[in-house]
T-cell receptor, first 116, second 113 residues
Framework: GAVVSQHPSWVICKSGTSVKIECRSL??????MFWYRQFPKQSLMLMAT?????????EQGVEKDKFLINHASLTLSTLTVTSAHPEDSSFYIC????????????FGEGSWLTVV | GNSVTQMEGPVTLSEEAFLTINCTYT??????LFWYVQYPGEGLQLLLK?????DKGSNKGFEATYRKETTSFHLEKGSVQVSDSAVYFC????????????FGQGTTLQVKP
């Protein structure tokens, strides 16, 4: 079964509203989680590294105020898309490392966001 | 910086055909290499991985060998099935091992009966 769970799987929201996506590690603690974004027919691009108990580390070109990341516990990271616009419509997916070596990585199921 | 390049798709094959999807990488040191698969409407699943040179990862009939000398990690399968139709992503984690995955652009495989 899944070891990393994302919620919601699908969400439709109106322009200007905010949407929160959750990423949970189900049976292990993850001090670090990663958030990726995938545009249709394109590859996954790393958006940010979510660090438990501290600020997220954002990749170049990703707006910190637009994509708020909170990693308040060892099993939960949240991504909030603020003031969403149609161009934010995308597939968002998180990952978490199960081991210290970083080579056992589990992905969530992903979340499809459509902004109308 | 680190990067991954995959052959462009879509790749269209008949059932039981031989599959090769090329993947080359650029990285300093000794990265770990991965192949992920994404079935329609689903998230990513790890298909196989290799963590050091000359390692061969294998799963579900798929294989890939970590070739340091050619900086490659080509995916192969001897006989594809319709159920293998999906998007395949080659990826690496740099030798600093932060857990950040760098993905190739993905290759769509379509297998026809």
């Amino acid at each position: 079964g899944a070891v990393v769970s994302q919620h919601p799987s699908w969400v439709i929201c109106k322009s200007g509203t905010s949407v929160k996506i959750e990423c949970r590690s189900l049976d292990f603690q993850a001090t670090t989680m990663f958030w990726y974004r995938q545009f249709p027919k394109q590859s996954l691009m790393l958006m940010a590294t979510s660090n438990e108990g501290s600020k997220a580390t954002y990749e170049q070109g990703v707006e910190k105020d637009k994509f708020l990341i909170n990693h308040a516990s060892l099993t939960l990271s949240t991504l909030t898309v603020t003031s969403a616009h149609p161009e934010d419509s995308s597939f968002y997916i998180c990952s978490a490392n199960r081991d210290r070596e970083g080579n056992t990585i589990y992905f969530g199921e992903g979340s499809w966001l459509t902004v109308v | 910086g680190n990067s991954v390049t995959q052959m462009e798709g879509p790749v269209t094959l008949s059932e039981e055909a031989f599959l090769t999807i090329n993947c080359t990488y650029t990285a300093t040191g000794y990265p770990s290499l991965f192949w992920y698969v994404q079935y329609p409407g689903e998230g990513l699943q790890l298909l196989l991985k290799a963590t050091k040179a000359d390692d061969k990862g294998s799963n579900k009939g798929f294989e890939a060998t970590y070739r340091k000398e050619t900086t490659s990690f080509h995916l192969e399968k001897g006989s594809v099935q319709v159920s293998d139709s999906a998007v395949y992503f080659c990826a690496l984690i740099g030798s600093s091992n932060t857990g950040k995955l760098i993905f190739g652009q993905g290759t769509t495989l379509q297998v026809k009966p």
